[in-house]
């Protein structure tokens, strides 16, 4: 990866946060981006608990759904998920903060597949989630 690719990454992140409501209204952090890479960031909030109080599925779903947004929009090819799927493997907690990390595993020129691992504070994994982009007109950042 070369100084040009990540300072790009890094701009289409910026410009994608900022117009993200939902991410910024959930106070998810983004906290690295990389081509192909992202790590974002959630306290669990009263507001985010289920009937069960424990972590509302749905919090945790859109958690990894916009890290996986971040890392496959990085190169500044413009994605959407075309399809995504998520495995809860344990509860979390209000109070916890759960990071979720996408790794790119595979791409092509219309689509890419996406892994994203949600942790708690521990290390403890949360939820599995993969992820299909789907290539879309346009780029994020005009780089003409």
Not at 12 to 36: C, F, H, M, N, W
Request: hydrophobic share 35%.
């Amino acid at each position: 990866m070369s100084s040009d690719e990540q300072r790009l990454a890094e701009r289409v992140s910026e410009i994608l946060y900022a117009q993200d409501r939902t991410s910024r209204g959930l106070g998810l952090k983004l906290e690295e981006v990389r081509p192909g890479y992202a790590r974002m960031s959630m306290v669990i909030r009263p507001d985010m608990t289920n009937g069960h109080r424990i972590g509302h599925g749905g919090m945790i779903f859109t958690l990894a759904d916009s890290t996986f947004a971040f890392a496959c929009n990085s190169r500044n090819e413009s994605n959407v998920a075309a399809t995504a799927s998520i495995d809860f493997l344990a509860p979390s907690y209000e109070g916890d903060e759960l990071t979720a990390v996408a790794t790119e595993v595979w791409r092509s020129r219309r689509s890419g597949i996406y892994e994203i691992t949600v942790t708690n504070q521990k290390g403890e994994r949360i939820a599995l989630f993969r992820g299909r982009s789907a290539r879309i007109e346009g780029r994020v950042v005009n780089t003409d």
